[in-house]
């Protein structure tokens, strides 16, 4: 399966602290995409990265990726309690259509 | 969630009972997904569609149905032949990839429950 892998699966943090999740994949890429998703809700786009790219900032948000180890990282600096919310990474098949698979998610405690 | 809306956000259906959750969007987008989310998962594509009057099946097709009538509109029929239809279900739309890659609008998404 070309699904990513999100870990680690929950983390919990205190606000003000940085929160750093992982995905890893397992075939070529043309991009990679980070989402998040409240309880209950539709899956929100945060950043989009090619696989040419190799870091990308927005906001508090910075995204690594390294096609070497087939890997990306998201950090979230500054946590809120309103960042409480799982993350997924989402990775863009080859071949055309702008289809994603879609790792398992990392669910994210931000304690106030 | 702006956009895309899904309803009902709730559906409770009998088993045997075939059950079409709605999908519309204001984006103009010409690619339509069909997700369906279970527990502690990520998300499976059932079908997609980048135009309309044309579907292809995803990785978990078996039991689902679709149709692409309209631009706006891409209706999911979750049919008696889905052996475990209770999840939730994501609605997508995107601009149609030629070449490069976009990011996907989803909708609030509907829990279906089959007893």
């Known amino acids: 399966s070309q699904q990513g892998e999100e870990d680690p699966q929950a983390l919990s943090i205190q606000e003000g602290e940085n929160a750093t999740m992982n995905c890893s994949y397992k075939t070529s890429i043309n991009n990679l995409q980070w989402y998040r998703q409240n309880s209950g809700r539709g899956l929100v786009h945060l950043i989009l990265i090619r696989s040419n790219e190799r870091e990308k900032h927005s906001g508090r948000l910075r995204v690594t990726l390294d096609t070497s180890k087939k890997s990306s990282s998201l950090l979230i600096t500054a946590s809120r309690a309103a960042d409480t919310a799982s993350y997924f990474c989402?990775?863009?098949?080859?071949?055309?259509?702008?289809?994603?698979?879609f790792g398992t998610g990392t669910r994210l405690t931000v304690i106030p | 969630d702006g956009g895309i809306t899904q309803s009902p956000k709730y559906l409770f259906r009998k088993e045997g009972q075939n059950v079409t959750l709605s999908c519309e969007q204001n984006?103009?987008?010409?690619?339509m997904y069909w997700y369906r989310q279970d527990p502690g998962q990520g998300l499976r594509l059932i079908y997609y569609s980048q135009i309309v009057n044309d579907f292809q099946k995803g990785d978990i097709a078996e039991g689902y149905s679709v149709s692409r009538e309209k631009k706006e509109s891409f209706p999911l029929t979750v049919t008696s032949a889905q052996k475990n239809p209770t999840a939730f279900y994501l609605c997508?739309?995107?601009?149609?990839?030629?070449?490069?890659?976009?990011?996907?609008?989803f909708g609030p998404g509907t829990r279906l429950t089959v007893t």
């Open positions: 984006l103009n987008h010409d690619a």
């Open positions: 997508a739309s995107s601009i149609a990839a030629s070449g490069r890659s976009y990011e996907q609008y």
């Open positions: 989402a990775t863009g098949r080859t071949g055309g259509a702008n289809n994603l698979f």
